[in-house]
């Protein structure tokens, strides 16, 4: 069993056990995407159909009806069509590159019941479901690098996402309120959905097994009441809560009572309390039992269950789907209470429990007992899951569609048509038709697309658009950020307040501080730390759990551990005494707070245990009593898609590793975990550490991570490298030859970087290394390395320091361009006439040949019109043809080109280093002008300015520096792993004597080298010394993608407004760049009159206006044609001009016709006033 | 102003010569000279690289420009270059390759059959003129692997293909690094080191050893028997003060005073292999001759240098 638990331990934090396991850590940080989603395939998807409710269709007029339900799913893999009989597989990179989806079949029963007659079974095709890579479904799954590079994959492909029309896309990790857990609140919003509501309320999220959701409310009235608030169909219903506790279970007001005030003992009862009165956990007031008689009297007309169901089913009746023409009040009660109201729960006796539960927590937040909760805070979250998503979107769609379908046959039966028999089969499903099964899928597909839900509800979500994201390959770094990102959700991005981006201490740990972009979505995207993962449906062995068993155990667990079970129905004590126990969102007990801090320790002993059912996972929230602090309890949870993060326990002997816990966010709040550096971080002895970080850097995401010595730059640095090593050109794709992306950045020459944290070997991100070793020197040479320009060696470039490429892939589909007039069909043949052309005779370009602007790129055949049409290259550079894939059908129709775009280094690309200090090229200089060293006579790649430094305190890039010379030195890598001093040390070894800019300075000394990284330096030019002394060494460089080709605007004059005459914007047209106001203000404040009205007059909207100077008018002139004189001509010469004849149209001549230069808008505006019937009069005068 | 000569005699002394690497003194004259020679030997040497490639057949991992980048780097030997003419300058041919003055032509075909990837070197590249190959480094690497392959263009793996053709050309290092002739030139002043004996004597035997040490390359050393501080190799100085910062540590400023000489320096030249490194060294002092020589004035440009005013006649000696 142990070595079982080993094997477990080593899946969950990547201890390469085989060679072959070398991705394991790179595996773990895509898990939690595929497990969602395998989970939606094995079990989720059938779970979620036998969920859905069954319809029933009755023909009024001969009283059959007809039930239909949905049975067990069929998904299939994705499979290719080759032929009518023949078919194989389908693999992910022939959708990518016929830009196509990665879908497989998705069949399912659907049981069709005449009255009491037998069910009948009936396999329909749901249409084609997007499959997951590397999920059960996929055809890579559990591939070795081997088989994925010949599947023409990238050996360390991860999978997690979809491809959809050959693009890939991820589904975002959005912020959820936790699952289950009644949260109390305090809103503006609460205090104005009606009159006499307050401000307070208690709030909980209850998930479905299948994953939907419905969240209630709980609001606190101003009258002492409280008034339970759910939504049906896009509106929110108020139910007292009275009502809801009598129509739950058969109970009485006594009970009831009894329940709501077990949380306050009046002080007299037992000598036991007085010891709890003055101290802390007092939950309850004696204001308790006043609100409890105040609930009770709002419904005293109410004295049965029965009553209640009644009252409540009587106003729901119409709301209820399928219910509407129920007679029995009751039932429909039952249904509004099952379907809308703490639908985690089953019981009626269960849910009674929770809302007592709830109550007493909104009293006692009323009270001010205890605070409310944070609903910004990671505590009370948990996050949306790929497969989640999909299950509860599906299940709408699939009920919206037995919805349709029900209307379609209740339509066939109203409109008695003869050829519609209702108790046939094959007619109902020919009704069914209409309704087509194949649009489910499509629906699915769609959303996966856009990241928009097509809903009504909602479905209990805050947003409906942007839940995927394609997943950019631009960069390993970026392409994994995707998979870690966390978004706290698209609403909050419009939010004025700034609450919700704060760094809050709840996400220690579990997100990371540092990996934040800045901005816009700044605090709101966040990533997970490296260490994080995200519970699911699978235990480490790879089975599914069995929930109901767990919760089971757990109970069988507790109860052994003096916890006071609920089923009986007792009325318990409250807090102080004891403290109630919810396991999953379900009151299961109350535990006597003596003992609870050793039920506590022994749950999490068991977690860590291999031999107990207790999963590791298991999260024991426990909420100790304060003195209005959060509301006590012990609040137990095993759901999935919460986060969760190792951590050593070490009140456990640590015995063979087993003392790794899981911990999630709601646990850790009141946990003393310690850094692993051996003091007590300033713990008081009453709190003494129970657990112990693994590592520091487990607090920091992959990216952030990669950072060397990141503990010794100024924080802002560090979250600026996380944002440029996400545009970092680097080495993006292994299987670049069979991608057809729409545009890839590439680096040609890439290196490892000498130093390096231990991240770069756990993610193997020497797979794809995102820069270069330069030689950095740090002076002022030339004036061209001012304000973060850099200068780059010339014949360094030459030999291909940052040489990179771009590709871009254009696809024609010469079937999706047919217009509706012609049905011409068209296809790739290159015209017979011009044979020379580089036009192969396929149509399409050669592969290897350049393409400059406007030169034929490939050629369509019109097989009707037998006309050949050559389409030109567009854009503004000469490309390569890379790549020319076609679509093998008969006809050539589809074809993809893939273009190789050269961008080697030019003066105004961008680079930076590993510390946030990027800088554009001023100037390529030539090797000999650069200074070089004496001894070594290097010269370096690169030169920067010392200014960089003072001001952003980049410390580590010159620790960098000084390592990496060291390193280069003795041949190997330089560990530089952030906060390594801070780990074991014991308390028994001296401060470290040895510093780590000590260490550095050996390494070079012993080779000869300055101990500070400096170098004696001559001119390159004059050939004498520097006067002061170099700071010279390698730092990894990365190249932006940020590079002027793309960038650059030139306009001397080309396209004008049609409105205005004023030059248009926009690069991509050829357009200038506004001179706007404030240029034009700098230009005023020197007095260039001249250059002024050159750009705004001369270069912009020159115009020679006629003006009559009778009538001042602008807009009233108009030619006057000339009168042809035929024969006035005289041979050789040239023909007489006619002279422009402009008259004015109001005073009917020409005499007053002057002309002005003036801004050709001032026209327009002159005609706009005119519009509205203001004019515009000048007066011409010859002062000037 | 008449009359006084400002010329020198520079000499040169060899000290250590291969074919690839030379160190030598340079004597008697100032750092314009040796910093010119300097930039001539790394930026002006002419060499031949290849310049112009078609590619026929490239079915192999790497891009046609990227092959290509990496053929031009490949250092060909370059006796010849300095006798080739330019490509712009030649009249005899229009630059395709197919003239002997100013281009070489070579050929790769390489085929991978078998399983195991094929490694395509610099020794695949058959050239059309003995006299300009790859430069082949088994000799000077010692002979201790028999199978030297030369340096990798790229790797093919079965059924992978490059067949091309590549034109070579004469060129210098200005225009492209792949024409420079010089690995690493370098030059240092030579260093007067001369050490206070009398404050010496008043160091410790710990404080002598401690500041020997102190300098991070070995320039000095102490004698155990004789209980003196000697300099053992004033060449390994550095200049980086470090020995005069420690004496002022100890509190004996003037402890030894290091003068840099003024006119003599100690060159390194590392060479490419394209040119061996003595006739980099010729070679420079060539072009450095010739560009004087285009400065120089000759009579025919008198006149065009009156244009100049000033700096015509200061150009004439006035």
Known sequence: MTSKREEKMKKMFGKPSAESEDYAAVRELFRHHIESFDHFVTAGLETMLNKIKPIEVVDSSTGTSLAIWFGKPFLFPPQKEESKTARGKLLPFECRQAKVSYTGKFMADVYFKYNDGPAIRENFNFGQLPIMLMSKLCHLRGANPEKLVSCKEESSEMGGYFVLNGLERVVRLVILPKRNYPTSMVRNSFRDRKEGYTDKAVVIRCAREDQSSVTVKLYYLRNDSARLGFWIQGREYLLPVGLVLKALIDTTDHEIYKNLTCCYVEKDESCDVKKYEKGKGNVGTQLVGERAHIILDEVRDFITRRQCLEHIGGHFRPLMRGLEDESDLSVVGEAVLEDYIFVHLDKGFDKFNLLIFMVQKLFSLMDQTSLPDNPDALQNHEVLLPGHLITIYLKEKLEDWLQRAKKLLQDQINNKSKTFDFCSLVNVKKVLDKNPSKHISLAVENMLKTGRLVTQSGLDLQQRAGLTVQAERLNYLRYLSHFRAVHRGASFAGLRTTSVRKLLPESWGFLCPVHTPDGEPCGLLNHMTSTCRITSYFDAQGNIRNFLNIRESILTVLSELQMISSVPKLVQAGPPANLSVLLDGCVVGSISSKVVEKVVAQLRKLKVSASSVIPDDLEVGYVPLSSRGAYPGLYLFTSPSRFVRPVKNISIPSDEGQNIELIGPFEQVFMEIRCPDGRDGGRKDAFPATHEEIHPTGMLSVVASLTPWSDHNQSPRNMYQCQMAKQTMAFSLQALCNRADQKLYHLKTPQSPIVRTSAYKKYCIDEYPTGTNAIVAVLSYTGYDMEDAMILNKSSVDRGMFHGLIYQTETIDLSDQKSRSDRSRKFFRRSNINKNSSIDSDGLPYVGQTIKPNEELYSIHNEVTNESRSIKHKGSEPVIVDYVAIDGKKLLQKASIRFRHPRNPIIGDKFSSRHGQKGVCSQLWPDIDMPFSGVTGMRPDLIINPHAFPSRMTIAMLLESVAAKGGSLHGKYVDATPFANSKNVNEETPPQSKTLVDELGEMLKVKGFNYHGTEVMYSGVYGTELTCEIFMGPVYYQRLRHMVSDKYQVRSTGTIDQITHQPIKGRKRGGGIRFGEMERDSMLAHGAAYLLHDRLHTCSDYHIADVCSICGSILTTSFVKPERRVGRAVKGLPPIRASKKVICHACQTSRGMETVAMPYVFKYLAAELAAMNIKLTLQLNNAA | ?318
């Open chain 2, 1 to 318: 102003m008449e009359g006084k000569s400002y010329q020198r005699l520079p000499r040169v002394k060899i000290r250590e010569m291969r074919d690839d690497y030379m160190k030598f003194e340079l004597r008697d004259t100032d750092a314009s000279v040796a910093n010119a020679l300097r930039r001539v030997m790394i930026a002006e040497v002419p060499t031949v690289a290849i310049d112009l490639v078609e590619i026929e057949i490239n079915s192999s991992v790497l891009n046609d420009e990227f092959i290509a980048h990496r053929l031009g780097l490949i250092p060909l030997t370059s006796d010849r270059a300095m006798s080739m003419r330019f490509s712009r300058d030649c009249d005899a041919c229009d630059g395709d390759g197919q003239c002997e003055f100013c281009s070489v032509e070579f050929h790769l075909r390489a085929k991978c059959h078998s399983d195991q990837t094929l490694d395509v070197t610099s020794k695949d590249l058959l050239s059309s003129d003995h006299t300009v190959v790859p430069v082949d480094f088994s000799d000077s690497a010692g002979m201790e692997s028999s199978e030297q392959k030369g340096i990798i263009i790229v790797k093919l793996r079965r059924g992978q293909e490059l067949r091309l053709r590549a034109i070579a050309r004469k060129g210098i290092g200005k225009d492209h690094a792949k024409w420079s002739p010089a690995a690493t030139v370098t030059f240092m002043y030579e260093p007067d080191i001369r050490i206070n004996e009398e404050l010496m004597d008043m160091l410790t035997l710990d404080e002598k050893k401690a500041w020997v040490e102190s300098s991070p390359t070995k320039v000095f050393d102490f004698d155990p028997k004789t209980e003196k501080v000697m300099v053992v190799d004033p060449e390994a100085y550095t200049y980086d003060d470090e020995v005069i910062k420690k004496a002022e540590a100890m509190g004996k400023p003037g402890l030894v005073d290091i003068i840099a000489k003024e006119d003599s320096f100690i060159f390194t030249v590392e060479s490419t292999g394209a040119v061996k490194a003595s006739q980099l060294l010729l070679n420079a002092i060539e072009i450095l001759k010739q560009k004087l020589d285009a400065v120089r004035l000759s009579e025919d440009t008198v006149e065009a240098d009156d244009q100049f005013g000033e700096l015509g006649a200061h150009m004439r000696g006035g």
